[in-house]
């Protein structure tokens, strides 16, 4: 009996002692984990560092990390907890929130210690991150990946990553040197060349109105170090900042300018980060986690350096007029080359926006206009007066040449002005409209990466000026790339939609008009006559050519034009005021004959 009650006690014990065990031997070491993260993840570095042994290095270390981590939040949960006597390791997961929407998760264990007063964190920087030795901190850094390349057609890298210096004036820093006058005056010295208008009073006053630098302009890369001594004055401020320029600034400089601002976004790619853990000296002692960087893909212009050069190379030959050559893949209209000379490239990007009369080049949309209508055909016998007479106006030849009765190939071929002003006073006032929008005038075209205006062609109801349009005077504008557009049309039956970033689709805004196919069919033997027996036979040595030349009178002179097309290759030449239009030829034949033989777009 007695045996009986003494194990029966024995067994009480034995469930209150492992009760005991089970609900309260870890709560000491985790109320104090909890209270560190907690306080740790508040961003209250004071509390934290009162849970440990060292409270102000403890403290040093744990704002140390909020500071070099940039971190924007912090949570931390406790785990497992393991005790062996007086000593306990708590595993804790920490989980930053930093800048750019990045996260950082990674595991680490509080080791505790207890004594007569209970258990605190022992401290030691293992806390923070386990690779975290002492005397080093953790610094989140970002990794800047390599910017993607700008290609053209044929796989050259046209466009390469540089620096520009910008120049600006901080008036109110200039005050506090004791000499706005001076720092402006000098500054209009040094900069005027690079930027004329500058004014010393207008800077002064501008700058110290405003609470921000007044930006002045930007120094070429090859001054900057020459002229830096120069501008070492109180309120000239030079920035460094990165662009993308060309690498070889002959080749189609004006044009990539604009492509560096369309394309910028999009080279830059994805950052990559990491966090190091640096020594007290700045070193990087270890990377305790690292994301890659994503480069972005390279953008791709349907520029071919093939092309592009031979077209350069021509219009430079141009001395004291603005020369300009646009050449479009006809099937797709790719645009394989935009070239000007120096005297256009000044004036901005006129190959792609200008807009000119374009004479004589623009009576391929009048007999695309006339065969549409069944007004004539290619083999149809019309008039060539050397004048002729419609309304008040009496329009000539050039140089009152006469051919009498021929086909319309042949006054097509010989460029009779009087012949095409007849046909179009026998057109409705829509009919010219209607067939320049097929062939490519008058749609307004947003092409990713330049400005642009093929042309207009106006609905004429009055019959003189309806009559001067259709041999390209008149109210008829176009640009070089709008007649490109024409010779691509009349070359595939097709209206091709103009594109030079590679990917990005161009939009139109515009009519969605139609010829009869049959009418580019008829039309090409004709603009094939011109090379073979009219104004163009200059050209005929470069292989089979098709196209139409223009002189279009204008106040102070003629503009040059030649329009047409060698296989998938449609070309527009303008010299501006460049006279009669053997110079366009000329610049046209210099231009295919310098594209190798075995070049295909």
Same mark, same amino acid.
């Given at each position: 009996?007695?045996?009986?009650?003494?194990?029966?006690?024995?067994?009480?014990?034995?469930?209150?002692?492992?009760?005991?065990?089970?609900?309260?031997?870890?709560?000491?070491?985790?109320?104090?984990?909890?209270?560190?993260?907690?306080?740790?993840?508040?961003?209250?570095?004071?509390?934290?560092?009162?849970?440990?042994?060292?409270?102000?290095?403890?403290?040093?270390?744990?704002?140390?990390?909020?500071?070099?981590?940039?971190?924007?939040?912090?949570?931390?949960?406790?785990?497992?907890?393991?005790?062996?006597?007086?000593?306990?390791?708590?595993?804790?997961?920490?989980?930053?929130?930093?800048?750019?929407?990045?996260?950082?998760?990674?595991?680490?264990?509080?080791?505790?210690?207890?004594?007569?007063?209970?258990?605190?964190?022992?401290?030691?920087?293992?806390?923070?991150?386990?690779?975290?030795?002492?005397?080093?901190?953790?610094?989140?850094?970002?990794?800047?990946?390599?910017?993607?390349?700008?290609?053209?057609?044929?796989?050259?890298?046209?466009?390469?990553?540089?620096?520009?210096?910008?120049?600006?004036?901080?008036?109110?820093?200039?005050?506090?040197?004791?000499?706005?006058?001076?720092?402006?005056?000098?500054?209009?010295?040094?900069?005027?060349?690079?930027?004329?208008?500058?004014?010393?009073?207008?800077?002064?006053?501008?700058?110290?109105?405003?609470?921000?630098?007044?930006?002045?302009?930007?120094?070429?890369?090859?001054?900057?170090?020459?002229?830096?001594?120069?501008?070492?004055?109180?309120?000239?401020?030079?920035?460094?900042?990165?662009?993308?320029?060309?690498?070889?600034?002959? #080749?189609?400089?004006?044009?990539?300018?604009?492509?560096?601002?369309?394309?910028?976004?999009?080279?830059?790619?994805?950052?990559?980060?990491? +966090?190091?853990?640096?020594?007290?000296?700045?070193?990087?002692?270890?990377?305790?986690?690292?994301?890659?960087?994503?480069?972005?893909?390279?953008?791709?212009?349907?520029?071919?350096?093939?092309?592009?050069?031979?077209?350069?190379?021509?219009?430079?030959?141009?001395?004291?007029?603005?020369?300009?050559?646009?050449?479009?893949?006809?099937?797709?209209?790719?645009?394989?080359?935009?070239?000007?000379?120096?005297?256009?490239?000044?004036?901005?990007?006129?190959?792609?926006?200008?807009?000119?009369?374009?004479?004589?080049?623009?009576?391929?949309?009048?007999?695309?206009?006339?065969?549409?209508?069944?007004?004539?055909?290619?083999?149809?016998?019309?008039?060539?007066?050397?004048?002729?007479?419609?309304?008040?106006?009496?329009?000539?030849?050039?140089?009152?040449?006469?051919?009498?009765?021929?086909?319309?190939?042949?006054?097509?071929?010989?460029?009779?002005?009087?012949?095409?002003?007849?046909?179009?006073?026998?057109?409705?006032?829509?009919?010219?409209?209607?067939?320049?929008?097929?062939?490519?005038?008058?749609?307004?075209?947003?092409?990713?990466?330049?400005?642009?205006?093929?042309?207009?062609?106006?609905?004429?109801?009055?019959?003189?000026?309806?009559?001067?349009?259709?041999?390209?005077?008149?109210?008829?504008?176009?640009?070089?790339?709008?007649?490109?557009?024409?010779?691509?049309?009349?070359?595939?039956?097709?209206?091709?939609?103009?594109?030079?970033?590679?990917?990005?689709?161009?939009?139109?805004?515009?009519?969605?008009?139609?010829?009869?196919?049959?009418?580019?069919?008829?039309?090409?033997?004709?603009?094939?006559?011109?090379?073979?027996?009219?104004?163009?036979?200059?050209?005929?040595?470069?292989?089979? +050519?098709?196209?139409?030349?223009?002189?279009?009178?204008?106040?102070?002179?003629?503009?040059?034009?030649?329009?047409?097309?060698?296989?998938?290759?449609? #070309?527009?030449?303008?010299?501006?005021?460049?006279?009669?239009?053997?110079?366009?030829?000329?610049?046209?034949?210099?231009?295919?004959?310098?594209?190798?033989?075995?070049?295909?777009?």
């Amino acid at each position: 009996m007695i045996f009986r009650r003494f194990f029966a006690v024995l067994c009480v014990l034995v469930l209150v002692v492992t009760a005991a065990a089970c609900t309260s031997d870890d709560d000491g070491p985790r109320s104090v984990a909890d209270a560190f993260v907690g306080a740790f993840a508040d961003h209250d570095v004071d509390a934290a560092a009162a849970q440990t042994t060292m409270p102000d290095r403890a403290r040093s270390v744990l704002a140390a990390a909020w500071d070099g981590l940039a971190a924007e939040s912090l949570s931390a949960r406790t785990g497992r907890v393991r005790i062996d006597q007086d000593v306990a390791d708590v595993d804790v997961t920490y989980t930053w929130t930093l800048p750019g929407g990045r996260t950082w998760e990674y595991d680490a264990t509080l080791p505790l210690g207890r004594s007569d007063t209970g258990w605190t964190v022992r401290w030691s920087s293992t806390t923070v991150h386990p690779h975290l030795g002492a005397d080093q901190r953790l610094v989140l850094g970002d990794l800047s990946p390599p910017r993607a390349a700008v290609n053209e057609s044929d796989g050259s890298e046209v466009m390469v990553n540089g620096t520009v210096t910008s120049v600006s004036f901080d008036g109110h820093a200039a005050v506090d040197g004791g000499d706005v006058i001076g720092s402006a005056t000098r500054l209009v010295e040094v900069m005027g060349p690079l930027v004329p208008g500058l004014s010393v009073q207008r800077i002064a006053e501008q700058a110290t109105a405003s609470d921000d630098p007044l930006p002045v302009g930007v120094l070429p890369a090859g001054d900057v170090e020459r002229l830096r001594p120069e501008l070492d004055l109180p309120g000239i401020v030079l920035s460094e900042r990165s662009v993308l320029q060309p690498r070889d600034r002959n #080749f189609a400089s004006a044009v990539l300018t604009r492509v560096a601002n369309a394309v910028g976004g999009d080279i830059v790619g994805k950052p990559g980060w990491q +966090v190091a853990v640096v020594n007290p000296n700045g070193v990087v002692a270890d990377v305790v986690h690292h994301e890659q960087s994503v480069p972005a893909p390279a953008v791709s212009l349907s520029l071919s350096r093939s092309v592009q050069d031979a077209a350069q190379r021509a219009v430079n030959s141009v001395q004291g007029r603005q020369a300009m050559t646009v050449a479009i893949q006809a099937s797709t209209g790719k645009i394989l080359a935009i070239a000007q000379n120096g005297d256009a490239d000044r004036i901005g990007l006129p190959a792609a926006a200008g807009q000119y009369p374009p004479g004589s080049t623009f009576k391929m949309v009048t007999s695309a206009a006339a065969m549409n209508a069944e007004l004539s055909a290619p083999d149809a016998m019309v008039a060539c007066p050397g004048e002729t007479t419609i309304g008040d106006r009496t329009i000539p030849n050039y140089d009152g040449f006469a051919l009498g009765q021929v086909t319309l190939r042949q006054a097509f071929a010989a460029s009779c002005n009087t012949t095409f002003a007849q046909l179009a006073s026998r057109m409705g006032p829509s009919d010219l409209a209607h067939a320049a929008a097929a062939m490519g005038l008058g749609a307004d075209y947003d092409i990713a990466g330049i400005e642009s205006a093929s042309g207009s062609v106006p609905i004429e109801p009055e019959l003189v000026q309806r009559s001067e349009d259709g041999f390209g005077q008149g109210k008829v504008l176009a640009s070089p790339l709008g007649m490109a557009l024409v010779a691509a049309t009349a070359a595939t039956g097709t209206l091709p939609v103009p594109t030079l970033i590679n990917g990005r689709e161009t939009t139109v805004d515009g009519p969605n008009v139609t010829l009869d196919g049959d009418v580019y069919a008829r039309l090409r033997p004709m603009m094939r006559a011109v090379v073979t027996d009219g104004t163009a036979s200059a050209i005929a040595g470069q292989g089979e +050519v098709f196209g139409k030349t223009g002189e279009a009178e204008v106040a102070g002179g003629s503009h040059a034009w030649f329009a047409g097309y060698r296989g998938d290759i449609a #070309f527009a030449t303008l010299i501006v005021l460049g006279g009669g239009s053997d110079a366009a030829v000329g610049i046209t034949r210099d231009f295919l004959a310098g594209i190798p033989a075995d070049f295909r777009p």
